[in-house]
């Protein structure tokens, strides 16, 4: 078939979507988007949109209640009455807004989820197959060195191996945060390491990789606090315990300290939860300035800001993992997505913790993790089934339900 340029410009993104929507194309309509805060997923919300068709879809926005409310009522004039399944439309009208206020992605990365799921919904379909079909039947995930791991106390590390071996899970992946081994607040900026500080950073994760032996991968987690030097001295203490990557060393904006850090070790470079659309990564991927990217699904765009992100980082063979501390919602969306993009690495994951409080989100059966595998769901959308009366006990202090 012969295409011309305007054809092809004019092709969707998402083909298997455009198929499977054009009979019911016009027949539902948008009636209202709504937001809600629980305890428990790092400052995120849910997104509700509701239809005439009486069918709702739900997101997850990198935003809190009160702040994804207050753009949502700039944008909903763009979205009330209108098809939901039109994602693309809906997607490029939100993200290119200027005036009065510029488009507020986190919170457009929720719509774009609820409109995902609703979409999967209305067409009786799983998200990933609207995507144009699976790579993979189940994503690997990594999860969480936590508080009660003292990196510098041997024994400490040993009952904590002892506990990740034995957990249904079977994790094989864990990121450990290195704020707690420096004594510097987490996500802050840090002054310029000193020796005594790195020397526990060579320490604490030495003690950690002996007493996981080599069949646990550990990762080195950094929330941007160190500058360019001390993140080259990081990834020089924690070389010899090999670990899979260093992630955030420096602080978020693309610059010369990132391509002197590539260049200075081994050890593989992870970036990306708080970018923003393609004009985020584009800068590290173009300059070959990290190894792997990690947007998030809830802050970068969404499934379809998300999509585009994986496209571009493809033409490089870049690998992409999913960054995800939050809801069930986002873990399922996390499932559909890296099910459905060629080089996705693996996702983030806040199941399994102790609280069990992703899991307890779910009126039906729990998620399906088993070898560090996350099935990934095959009801319609994105195959979340709420508790509600579990939500409604979660709710942040003085958030309305569904508001």
């Not at 409109?115 to 969480?144: Q, T």
């Not at 506990?163 to 450990?176: D, L, V």
Request: hydrophobic share 40%.
């Amino acid at each position: 078939m012969n295409l011309s340029r305007r054809d092809f410009l004019a092709l969707p993104l998402f083909p298997a979507l455009a198929r499977a929507a054009a009979p019911v194309r016009g027949k539902v309509k948008i009636t209202a988007i709504r937001a809600m805060a629980i305890q428990n997923i790092a400052g995120n919300c849910l997104i509700r949109i509701d239809t005439d068709a009486g069918v709702s879809g739900y997101g997850e926005a990198g935003a809190t209640g009160p702040m994804a409310r207050a753009r949502i009522a700039t944008m909903e004039r763009y979205l009330i009455g209108k098809d939901p399944l039109a994602i693309e439309v809906h997607f490029h009208e939100l993200t290119t807004l200027m005036h009065t206020y510029m488009a507020h992605i986190p919170t457009i990365s929720g719509i774009d989820l609820a409109l995902w799921d609703l979409a999967g919904k209305l067409l009786e379909k799983p998200v990933n197959v609207l995507l144009g079909g699976p790579f993979r039947e189940a994503i690997p995930m990594y999860s969480h060195g936590g508080r009660e791991l003292k990196m510098l106390d041997k024994s400490s590390c040993r009952d904590w191996a002892q506990q990740i071996k034995t957990a249904p899970e079977g994790f094989n992946t864990f990121k450990i945060g290195i704020d707690s081994v420096l004594g510097v607040p987490s996500a802050r900026y840090a002054q310029t390491l000193t020796g005594a500080q790195l020397r526990n950073v060579a320490r604490a994760y030495m003690n950690v990789r002996e007493a996981v032996g080599d069949e646990i991968d550990i990762a080195c987690h950094c929330h941007n606090e160190p500058d360019t030097p001390s993140a080259i001295a990081i990834a020089k203490a924690i070389e010899p315990m090999n670990p899979l990557f260093l992630e955030d060393p420096i602080n978020v904006p693309h610059h010369e300290g990132w391509a002197a850090l590539k260049r200075s070790t081994r050890v593989p470079i992870l970036t990306g939860e708080k970018l923003e659309m393609v004009r985020g990564f584009k800068p590290f991927i173009d300059a070959q300035s990290c190894d792997i990217i990690h947007p998030d699904l809830a802050f970068c765009g969404g499934i379809t800001g998300a999509k585009k992100i994986a496209d571009y980082a493809y033409q490089t063979r870049t690998p992409v993992a999913l960054h995800n501390v939050g809801s069930i919602v986002l873990t399922y969306a996390s499932a559909h997505f890296g099910s459905a993009i060629f080089n996705f690495y693996r996702s983030e994951s806040a199941l399994g913790r102790p609280t069990r409080h992703v899991e307890k989100m779910l009126k039906g059966a729990a998620p399906a993790v088993k070898n560090s595998q996350l099935t990934v769901p095959t009801a319609p959308g994105l195959g979340v089934d709420f508790d509600f009366d579990y939500l409604r006990s979660q709710l942040v202090p003085g958030e309305p339900w569904w508001s």
